[in-house]
T-cell receptor
Framework: GDSVTQMEGPVTLSEEAFLTINCTYTATGYPSLFWYVQYPGEGLQLLLK?????DKGSNKGFEATYRKETTSFHLEKGSVQVSDSAVYFC?????????FGTGTRLTIIP | EAGVAQSPRYKIIEKRQSVAFWCNPISGHATLYWYQQILGQGPKLLIQFQNNGVVDDSQLPKDRFSAERLKGVDSTLKIQPAKLEDSAVYLCASSPGTGANTEAFFGQGTRLTVV
């Protein structure tokens, strides 16, 4: 069945550092890929998405590129801020089904 | 636009008791999901509705969990009787449909603690 594998957390970085959170997936066909973010005390919200190979999703300085050859959708940001501290979830949609990874907790220290 | 509403936010019950959660999706959203998120894990789909019909309930423990979506709008998820391992956050989400580009919108969740 479909699955999503994320890098283990927690991840702790200093402000203005470069961020990469790895995500790989297993699915047949051509899924859409998403990154969701969960800020403390809030529900999950969509951060960015990509629906086909080589698409790049971007939002709030975050980017991720849909790489079909490596089945990956790594999340990157060039300079993180304290306000980026949250839990990040990689997810895929194939047909009607939406499948999530286990989440990566990110903490940014000033 | 109002978001997905869930209640209660928190619930503590003893094992073998019953509990119910309520979800009001975004107006006009045909698809409604219930996810279970155990601490340290990603959300796991319990049941998915399309309007008032069940699309996928393959991971719903049907001996103790039940869910309904009356008139294709609000939904309730019930656990009877609860076990210790049911302690988790129960997330409700809705989306306009299920197309490749479709975003799911999540409520804040109900945190259940079974003691």
């Amino acid at each position: 069945g479909d699955s999503v594998t994320q890098m283990e957390g927690p991840v702790t970085l200093s402000e203005e550092a470069f961020l990469t959170i790895n995500c790989t997936y297993t699915a047949t066909g051509y899924p859409s890929l998403f990154w969701y973010v969960q800020y403390p005390g809030e529900g999950l919200q969509l951060l960015l998405k990509a629906t086909k190979a080589d698409d790049k999703g971007s939002n709030k300085g975050f980017e991720a590129t849909y790489r079909k050859e490596t089945t990956s959708f790594h999340l990157e940001k060039g300079s993180v801020q304290v306000s980026d501290s949250a839990v990040y979830f990689c997810a895929l949609r194939r047909g009607e089904k939406l499948t999530f990874g286990t989440g990566t907790r990110l903490t940014i220290i000033p | 636009e109002a978001g997905v509403a869930q209640s209660p936010r928190y619930k503590i019950i003893e094992k073998r008791q019953s509990v119910a959660f309520w979800c009001n999706p975004i107006s006009g959203h045909a698809t409604l999901y219930w996810y279970q998120q155990i601490l340290g894990q990603g959300p796991k789909l319990l049941i998915q509705f399309q309007n008032n019909g069940v699309v996928d309930d393959s991971q719903l423990p049907k001996d103790r969990f039940s869910a309904e979506r009356l008139k294709g709008v609000d939904s309730t998820l019930k656990i009877q009787p609860a076990k210790l391992e049911d302690s988790a956050v129960y997330l409700c989400a809705s989306s306009p449909g299920t197309g490749a580009n479709t975003e799911a919108f999540f409520g804040q969740g109900t945190r259940l603690t079974v003691v």
